[in-house]
């Protein structure tokens, strides 16, 4: 069965709106945003590219800043298709090659199944694959994001992957997590991740004061949610 609409769309806040794929497995459905700015507006994340998401979310008109949290598969899906592109140097090699060994594509592909409805009616798992998106600027820890109305800090993040990046609003504690922490069970057991540095990353989030909590996965949280998340993953690894 073809699905169309093949994205859900829900405002969360004024300027904030989240965009996921009820239709893809839920492993790899990710929370997709795009966060509305005076002078350009950032989608961060962009699902599994088997549908575009400039569907929902234009790449063209008002200016876009795309901003890939970090390079697994159901983040980077749709990042080609926006022109302005930033993420962390630690994986600028895997976007302008989308490798499977920084991507992990092929577990998506696996994966049974993958979606529970057709994005396309030819569409089949067996022509899935990654399109390149270099990225054209590096976003590393205390840079700023500013939007002209509102601006962000970028902190990074490892330990779910090396290049995990977050996005906090400093002035009203937007804190746009990704992958770094969402209330789901966290993975560190996948090529890339590392348990040691993904604890230093728990550690630093357990005392972090951030206000609403705009995770990667699952659902929003507030600070304490957060705060607890990260030092029940601490206690899990005997720290």
Partial sequence: MLIKPWFETTVLAPGITRFTEPHVH??????????????????????????????VSPAMGHPVLAIASHAHVDHVGSFHEYERRAGHRIEAHTFAEM???????????????????L???????????????????????????????????????PGHSPGSIALLDERNGDFFSADAIY?????????????????????????????????????????AQMQRVARDYIASKGG
């Avoid at 569409?123 to 590096?138: G, H, K, M, R």
């Fill in 26 to 55: 839920g492993f790899f459905r990710a929370n997709l945003y795009r966060i509305e700015g005076r002078d350009f507006d950032i989608q961060l994340d962009f699902g599994v590219g088997v549908r575009s998401l400039t569907e």
């Fill in 99 to 117: 490798d499977d060994a920084g991507t992990l594509a092929s577990a998506f592909v696996e994966i049974e199944p993958p979606v529970t409805a």
């Fill in 119 to 157: 994005p396309a009616l030819d569409w089949t798992i067996a022509n899935y694959a990654l399109t390149p998106a270099p990225l054209t600027e590096f976003l590393d820890e205390g840079d700023a994001v500013d939007l002209g109305n509102r601006k962000f800090t970028v902190l990074h993040l």
């Fill in 183 to 223: 209330d789901e069970g966290l993975v560190d057991d996948i090529p890339g991740a590392d348990v040691e540095t993904y604890l230093r990353t728990m550690r630093r989030l357990a005392s972090l004061d951030v206000g609403t909590v705009y995770a990667g996965h699952g659902v929003v949280m507030d600070c």
